[in-house]
């Protein structure tokens, strides 16, 4: 099969995935799009949002259409590493055996993943960034595709350990999860107080999704595409030669080459779920903001005026 049918393939599976996930998801357009974005780019997700707006549903379902399998971690202080990896135990025979945690499934949802002490969460970003799990000296492979979709509750931060920003970086998008609006919100409890339910089919498979994965790696970027990206990251560099005066006032500290990466593997995404073959400066602007967010920290003065990170971010484009 050419790459050219690839993609058309690749756009006619999305449409009928979307179309799939709102039969249970109300809204919520952009959030399906990034993380379906994500999923395809071979990235991780942080869903950013208050409590009741569905992420966990969301992740549901998303599972449920990609016919994968799928765990939700709840992440609490008292959370052992050994809790989500797994651990050796003696059998009958008294030999020692591996018995898998919860990480052992295609898509991990790591609720509330700022609720749980540095030691657990390091062990999920191993996963994360390796693809695979160390215990007793021992390396065990995670199941392929291996996604990992982190929700944080951005209202209360007492008893909680934030990510550093060097894991934070292992994260391709960071998702802002809004309220809904007053006829989504009308329509969500319209058909969550009835006790109708929905049956999801299955749109796609494992292998489908690797393949596609490796598909998005093919796409050709042309030259002034990459290097629109990788001067955008250079703008939140304060002392990079692309510094903006927005940069030098509000950015204590910029985004590593992470970004420029993410930045590009994201637009050859969405220029091919938007049935382009190649991505333009459009499809990098497009998902500059998941991006970038996460990955720039303002300083005081920018807290002061009140200038968001997106307000920082739409001007830098």
Not at 183 to 201: F, G
Request: aromatic share 8%.
């Amino acid at each position: 099969m050419s790459n050219v049918q690839a993609v058309d393939d690749l756009v006619q599976k999305y449409e009928l995935l979307k179309k799939e996930i709102h039969k249970v998801i109300v809204g919520q357009d952009d959030v399906v799009d990034q993380v379906l974005i994500s999923i395809f780019s071979r990235g991780h997700c942080l869903l950013v949002g208050v409590p009741g707006l569905a992420k966990t549903l969301l992740v549901n379902t998303i599972a449920q259409t990609l016919g994968l399998s799928f765990n939700r971690i709840q992440f609490t202080p008292d959370l052992m590493p050994s809790d989500i990896v797994g651990s050796e135990i003696l059998n009958e025979n008294k030999a020692f055996e591996f018995v898998k945690g919860p990480l052992f499934s295609s898509i991990i949802l790591a609720d509330e993943i700022n609720r749980t002490p540095p030691k657990t969460q390091s062990a999920l970003l191993e996963a994360m960034q390796e693809r695979s799990v160390t215990a007793a000296g021992k390396k065990y492979d995670l199941p392929k595709p291996f996604f990992v979709l982190a929700t944080q509750n951005p209202i209360e931060q007492e008893g909680t350990y934030p990510l550093p920003e060097a894991q934070l970086d292992r994260f391709m998008f960071n998702i802002w999860v809004d309220y809904p609006t007053y006829e989504e919100e009308l329509a969500i409890v319209k058909a969550t107080t009835s006790d109708t339910s929905t049956q999801l089919s299955q749109i796609l498979t494992a292998d489908e999704i690797l393949k596609f994965q490796t598909l998005i790696r093919e796409v050709p970027v042309p030259q002034n595409v990459l290097e629109y990206a990788v001067k955008l990251v250079g703008k939140t560099r304060i002392n990079s030669e692309f510094a903006t005066k927005l940069t030098t006032d509000f950015i204590s500290w910029g985004a590593g080459p992470r970004a420029s990466q993410y930045l590009i593997i994201g637009a050859k995404c969405h220029a091919v779920l938007k049935g382009k073959y190649s991505p333009d400066i459009e499809d990098v602007k497009a998902v500059a903001h998941p991006i970038l967010r996460h990955r720039l920290v303002r300083n005081y003065k920018a807290e002061a005026e009140g200038y968001s990170m997106d307000k920082i971010i739409d001007e830098l484009l």
